[in-house]
């Protein structure tokens, strides 16, 4: 599989305008909707918005060295209290992501990536590239999500075509 700095730039402006989109749909929200179990993996729309918060962060202390986040797959549902702090959060791991596209060379993502894997129990290594695709198809997966829960509690969800992305930002 071999993926280019071009493809990482572009999935990265897409996460963002796709999580500039959800935070504008969860502003329509009172926190007790945000909460609401509404019977997804995650449970609530915060708690899949914080898993996939969670994912990013963990992906991207392993591309970058940066810290790793605190606790396991478990823990994500709870990693933000509140949609402000949800808010910030992920307007500072977008901002990491385009600042890694922006400077990421086609040699960054050659070769294997190794770490160590919870989910798993043990070391596990992987080409970079594959991570890097995963990365983005978990953003695009667990954003699914979000969108049909959005559109069960009544708010109208976001355009999430990528074919629509606009040209240009702000991505922030």
Same mark, same amino acid.
């Given at each position: 599989?071999?993926?280019?700095?071009?493809?990482?730039?572009?999935?990265?402006?897409?996460?963002?305008?796709?999580?500039?989109?959800?935070?504008?749909?969860?502003?329509?929200?009172?926190?007790?909707?945000?909460?609401?179990?509404?019977?997804?993996?995650?449970?609530?729309?915060?708690?899949?918005?914080?898993?996939? /918060?969670? *994912? %990013? #962060?963990? $992906?991207? +202390?392993?591309?970058? &060295?940066?810290?790793?986040?605190?606790?396991?797959?478990?823990?994500?549902?709870?990693?933000?209290?509140?949609?402000?702090?949800?808010?910030?959060?992920?307007?500072?791991?977008?901002?990491?992501?385009?600042?890694?596209?922006?400077?990421?060379?086609?040699?960054? /993502?050659? *070769? %294997? #990536?190794? $770490?160590? +894997?919870?989910?798993? &129990?043990?070391?596990?290594?992987?080409?970079?590239?594959?991570?890097?695709?995963?990365?983005?198809?978990?953003?695009?997966?667990?954003?699914?999500?979000?969108?049909?829960?959005?559109?069960?509690?009544?708010?109208?969800?976001?355009?999430?075509?990528?074919?629509?992305?606009?040209?240009?930002?702000? $991505?922030?």
């Amino acid at each position: 599989m071999m993926i280019t700095p071009g493809y990482c730039l572009t999935m990265a402006r897409y996460n963002a305008w796709q999580n500039r989109q959800v935070k504008a749909c969860f502003e329509s929200l009172d926190p007790a909707a945000l909460k609401q179990d509404r019977k997804a993996f995650f449970g609530s729309l915060l708690g899949t918005a914080n898993h996939l /918060l969670w *994912g %990013d #962060l963990i $992906w991207m +202390s392993r591309f970058t &060295g940066s810290q790793r986040p605190a606790g396991g797959i478990e823990d994500t549902p709870t990693l933000t209290a509140t949609r402000e702090d949800w808010e910030i959060a992920r307007f500072r791991a977008d901002a990491d992501i385009l600042i890694w596209s922006e400077r990421v060379k086609t040699v960054d /993502l050659t *070769g %294997d #990536l190794t $770490w160590y +894997s919870g989910a798993v &129990g043990r070391e596990v290594s992987k080409p970079m590239a594959l991570c890097v695709v995963h990365m983005f198809n978990h953003q695009t997966h667990h954003r699914g999500q979000i969108h049909a829960m959005l559109t069960g509690a009544g708010v109208k969800a976001p355009v999430s075509d990528l074919a629509f992305m606009p040209e240009e930002g702000p $991505w922030l």
